[in-house]
């Protein structure tokens, strides 16, 4: 099962792929961050956002992208944009059929460090230790997106295939509705 | 001046095309609503909205879109999906170079009004007179919709041709990096 993890963000959107199954060794494929200025048009940062997006799901191709589910109650200020990078994301997915996954922060956490309430450091170096990585990925907005794909493997693989039937079936139906 | 206004939400997103000039008679090109159905995966929903709004650039092709500004102190339960609504209406604008412009629900009402509180119904007679149509639209998001295109047009003309070229111009820019 290969997944593409999102740590969404507008000025730094981490994004993370990794290959295994539950229970098996996993693999990093691949790990980066899309960045988009600070000064630009709200319209071209999530323009730019998509384009990056995009293009690690044509290198990738992952069966499932799992994304960080946003709460409203995180600071306020920098919230709107992480929802709406979050936004473009799952669209990217949609768009090609591809299952989409939101797992909380502490979902996460507890996924790969054992604890919900785990700091940065330790989820960068569980993250490390499970990917057999020399160091720590960095920025951390990098660590959080391969974390967020590591927690979507370990989940209930029938579930998994179930989401994946369920989401090319609309696809399908969406595209009949709207031809 | 052709504007598409766009109110964001997922379970209705109210959509308005208007054509005219400031200080001349406007007219009401087109007016509706993209839905998605409460019960469907967010990234469905956001996937909806995206083939919706295309639609409407497809057959209008406005010269400007105008969305409204989502502030994260409205409700929290649905200020996430409205802010994930506006993602995509700003996305799927910024792909065609179409340049975008927010307005928040106060100069929305203040343009269309008179008066940055006014209500809902205030706003619908007032969108009814200004495109002498022979009822208000509903729902009203669609009004709203109406209201945001009025609104833009209604700014200065030469600050609106100048978001254009920088629009054009950006576009033209991102579209060279990533090549």
Known sequence: MRVLGVDPGLTRCGVGVVEGVAGRPLTMIGVGVVRTPADAELSRRLLAVEQGIEAW??????????????????????????????????????RRGIPVALHTPSEVKAAVTGSGRADKAQVGA????????????????????????????????????LQQAVALHTTHATKGRTA
Do not use: Y
Not at 61 to 80: D, G, K, L, Y
Not at 131 to 151: H, N
């Open 57 to 94: 799901l044509d290198e990738h191709r992952p069966e499932f992208v799992a994304v960080e589910r946003v709460f409203s109650q995180h600071n306020v200020r920098t919230v709107m944009g992480t929802a709406q990078a979050s936004a473009v994301a799952m669209l990217c997915a949609a």
């Open 126 to 161: 569980m993250v490390t230790r499970l990917l057999r990585l020399a160091a720590p990925p960095k920025p951390a907005d990098a660590a959080d997106a391969l974390a967020l794909a590591i927690c979507h493997i370990w989940r209930a693989p029938a579930q998994n295939r």
